[in-house]
């Protein structure tokens, strides 16, 4: 490991790239930059310390819901020897010790300003440089800026009437503070979505009495965290060559082979047996995309799926009133959901479940939250569940100018844009870790996707002298317009989620992933690399 402290080697910056974010993509682009290709590097994150999203998300309950064994990093055969886990997923304080074990062995944390958020970042055209303004008043000068700001970490905290008189406590599951002790509290949960689901499921059996404020009723599938014996860990070990071979050329990336049999035409019998069999199996990716190849693009196999789970919210939930409401009346095609013994929560003698749609919120009060309907629930503490201003949020939340002063805000005014996930038009040797555009999958074997080839192709800029690279405006609109024709082959423009920004009042609808598949992408990628960039100007 080089420890020296790295010299600049860019004529008249401070550093080489400055870095923004240390969760798992911002600290893998420092590894390859600084540890690899020798760069100076600075990082920046608004946390105390490394994790991204998993040092911000520290809500009851939360957990990934991709296996442990292909929740890492794949690039460091030390650190896959090392890995550690007990149960099939990984709860976030084992997250948090993972990503801190990784810092620890790359050495990565004396290249970081921690508690620092980046304000602004601006391209000079004449020095070929980003002038990188924090929170703290400082400006840094880089050839390259690489942002890994996460594609979920924008917190979305909708407004309510009354909210400021309210007496108790208001959190934010993406935000979520260290003092936090919900046993015996009247809880109120807004929001049913992959982490309102953790929430909900870890809170009520602590909690005196639990409300949650549904407005959509969501497709929720058992994600069957069993405890993980180290026979089975040992061979996923020995395994990871062919583990990770089969990941990176997967779809969805995450550990399974996705099937290739449609439900169209399977017999009613035969759909049962496989939906039940993934029921049992569990996890939320594997039933949408590991029991039949349609359930995201055929209305036919999508409503066989849809169905199935009705049936089971309609055996688990008792109270058949209850169990009505629970049940989704849209498609299954928002990002699959899962999680432990969701629908059980209802039985709960100290649960009562909220139908926001049917009787709005209508404001807090300093009690707690009055419905339309005049119905007043009485809470110590209010989550909100509501989750994210997803892809661009934090792009266009930040002061991010490229050539002329262009701002990202206004590049992305009808909806983000992006090249490759990865850059955009007038932004110059700037590189995105899941921007706009980008795989829809399991993220760290994306993010290492994405961080290779912005490292790869930094190393070629530097070896052949190129001053600056960004796309043409052919090949942006023609990445954009490839990945509204795939999202346009499935259902899921049909329902309405963050993945096309449909949850934030006022968001323009727009395509924001690369649907067809890591494995695809990775090729479309490598390509551009192969074929020397054609699509970027270079200076
Ligand atoms: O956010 P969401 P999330 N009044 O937007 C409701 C990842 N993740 O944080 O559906 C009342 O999905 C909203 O209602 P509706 C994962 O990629 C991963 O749960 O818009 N309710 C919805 O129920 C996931 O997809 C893990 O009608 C309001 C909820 O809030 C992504 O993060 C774990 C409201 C928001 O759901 C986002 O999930 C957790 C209002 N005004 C998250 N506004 C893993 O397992 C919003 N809602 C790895």
Redesign the pocket.
């Given at each position: 490991m080089n420890v020296q402290t790295e010299i600049t080697k860019t004529t008249g910056a401070d550093y080489d790239a400055v870095v923004i974010g240390a969760g798992f993509g911002g600290l893998y682009a420092v590894h390859k930059l600084r540890n690899e290709q020798g760069m100076n590097v600075q990082g920046f994150d608004s946390a105390s310390d490394v994790g991204g999203t998993w040092w911000y998300?520290r809500y009851p309950g939360?957990?990934?819901?991709?296996e442990s064994y292909v929740y890492r990093y794949s690039f460091d055969k030390e650190l896959l020897k090392r890995g550690h886990w007990k149960t099939r997923y990984l709860t976030q304080p084992e997250i948090l010790d993972y990503m801190n074990e990784v810092a620890d062995h790359l050495d990565l944390r004396r290249s970081y300003k921690f508690n620092t958020k980046v304000d602004g970042a601006h391209y000079n055209e004449e020095t070929g440089l980003w002038s990188v303004v924090t929170d703290s008043g400082q400006t840094v000068t880089a050839k390259y800026l690489v942002t890994g700001l996460g594609l979920?970490s924008a917190t979305?905290t909708?407004s309510f009437k009354g909210v400021d008189d309210f007496k108790g406590r208001i959190l934010h599951?993406?935000a979520w503070p260290e003092d936090v002790d919900l046993s015996n509290k009247r809880v109120g949960i807004?929001?049913?979505?992959?982490?309102?689901v953790?929430v909900i499921t870890a809170t009520a059996p602590v909690a005196k009495h639990l409300t949650v404020?549904?407005?959509?009723a969501?497709y929720v599938v058992p994600i069957g965290n069993t405890p993980q014996d180290e026979a089975t860990i040992s061979e996923q070990k020995a395994n990871y060559d062919q583990i990770w071979d089969q990941v990176k050329n997967s779809a969805v990336a995450f550990g399974f082979e996705e099937s290739t049999i449609p439900a169209e035409t399977a017999t009613q019998e035969e759909r049962e047996r496989v939906f039940e069999a993934a029921w049992q199996r569990g996890g939320g990716f594997y039933f949408m995309f590991g029991t039949f190849c349609d359930i995201a693009t055929s209305q036919v196999a999508n409503d066989a799926a849809a169905d199935f789970i009705k049936g089971k919210i309609r055996k688990i939930v008792k109270d058949p009133q209850i169990a009505e409401k629970l049940i989704p009346n849209d498609l299954y095609a928002?990002?699959p959901l899962c999680g432990n013994d969701y629908f059980d929560v209802y039985n709960r003698d100290n649960v009562t479940l909220a139908d926001?749609k049917s009787d709005p919120?209508a404001e807090f009060t300093t009690n707690g939250i009055r419905l339309e309907s005049g119905e007043e629930h009485e809470l110590d503490v209010v989550i909100f569940?509501?989750?994210?201003d997803a892809v661009d949020g934090n792009y266009v939340k930040m002061d991010l100018r490229g050539r002329g002063g262009v701002t990202m805000r206004d590049t992305w005014k009808e909806g983000p844009l992006g090249y490759l996930g990865m850059m955009e038009v007038d932004f110059p040797n700037f590189f995105m870790i899941l921007g706009p555009n980008g795989p829809f999958t399991n993220l760290p074997p994306s993010i290492e996707t994405q961080v290779e080839w912005i490292s790869e192709t930094i190393s070629t800029m530097e070896e052949s002298g190129v001053k600056s690279v960004e796309p043409t405006v052919e090949a942006r609109d023609a990445w954009v317009g490839t990945c509204r024709e795939i999202a346009d082959m499935t259902l899921f423009p049909k329902a309405?989620?963050?993945i096309f920004g449909a949850?934030i009042p006022g968001k323009k609808n727009a395509v924001m992933f690369y649907m067809a598949g890591i494995g695809n992408y990775r090729t479309a990628i490598s390509a551009v690399k192969d074929d020397g960039y054609p699509s970027l100007i270079r200076d």
């Open positions: 998300n939360a957990l990934s819901d991709t979920l979305n909708p599951t993406g807004i929001g049913t979505g992959s982490t309102g953790q404020f549904q407005r959509s969501q928002k990002r926001v919120i569940a509501t989750g994210f309405e989620s963050w949850n």
